[in-house]
């Protein structure tokens, strides 16, 4: 069993379409995020929920949103695609509540987005 | 800002050979740092460190923190092909969310 599972692995698209990665865990954690790695590998945290609760909104453009039906799914929406949408997105999720020290975190395989 | 900032970028070795990867934070009201292997697809979690001079060990990888010095070094022994990897460091503080360096690429050549 997949335990952080997102879809799709691979995403092409165009410019100005509006798409959307889900991500699902059934590792019964509570706190789910999205991060963005560019070509360089850098890894950088977009959005963290915390029992369907926003706690971590970095400086994203708001063509990004996130949307969290439940504690295990957090799904990421990205409107009007643009050239430097284009990387690898992780979801990952850990067990810790608001405020106490952070566990560690399980990465999902990747959605790699290449906008063209 | 939170900070993380990872030497070296990247590392050529020959197998047998023993390497260190260092990663230094500057992180307010910090709570712990973690280094993660990311070979194609998604990080793997290797060590998380809260407490200065506790290593950690798992095998030939060993991990160590400097609270004081605020820095963190990875160590692999007996390097092996199968070590080729990129290597993030990464460190909470009171923001609570987890900051990257930019990794260490390392490629063990037969």
């Known amino acids: 069993d997949t335990a952080v599972s997102q879809t799709p692995k691979y995403l092409v698209t165009q410019m100005g379409n509006d798409k959307s990665i889900k991500c699902e865990q059934n590792?019964?954690?509570?706190?789910m995020y999205w991060y963005k790695q560019d070509s360089k590998k850098f890894l950088k945290i977009m959005f963290s929920?915390?029992?369907?609760?926003?706690?971590i909104n970095e400086t994203v453009p708001n063509r990004f949103s996130p949307k969290s039906p439940d504690k295990a799914h957090l799904n990421l929406h990205i409107n009007s695609l643009e050239l430097g949408d284009s990387a690898v997105y992780f979801c990952?999720?850990?067990?810790?509540?608001?405020?106490?020290?952070?566990?560690?975190?399980?990465f999902g395989s990747g959605t790699q987005l290449s906008v063209l | 800002e939170d900070k993380v900032v990872q030497s070296p970028l990247s590392l050529v070795v020959h197998e047998g050979d023993t390497v260190t990867l260092n990663c230094s934070y500057e992180?307010?009201?910090?709570?712990?740092l973690l280094w993660y292997k990311q070979e194609k697809k998604a990080p793997t979690f290797l060590f998380m460190l809260t407490s200065s001079g506790i290593e950690k060990k798992s095998g030939r990888l060993s991990s160590i923190l400097d609270k004081k010095e605020l820095f963190s070094i990875l160590n692999i022994t007996a390097t092996q092909t199968g070590d080729s990897a990129v290597y993030l460091c990464a460190s909470q503080g009171g923001s609570e969310k987890l900051v990257f360096g930019k990794g260490t690429k390392l490629t063990v050549n037969p």
């Open positions: 590792l019964g954690h509570d706190t």
């Open positions: 929920y915390n029992n369907k609760e926003l706690i």
């Open positions: 992180v307010t009201n910090f709570r712990s």
């Open positions: 990952a999720s850990s067990h810790r509540s608001k405020g106490a020290t952070n566990e560690k975190l399980f």
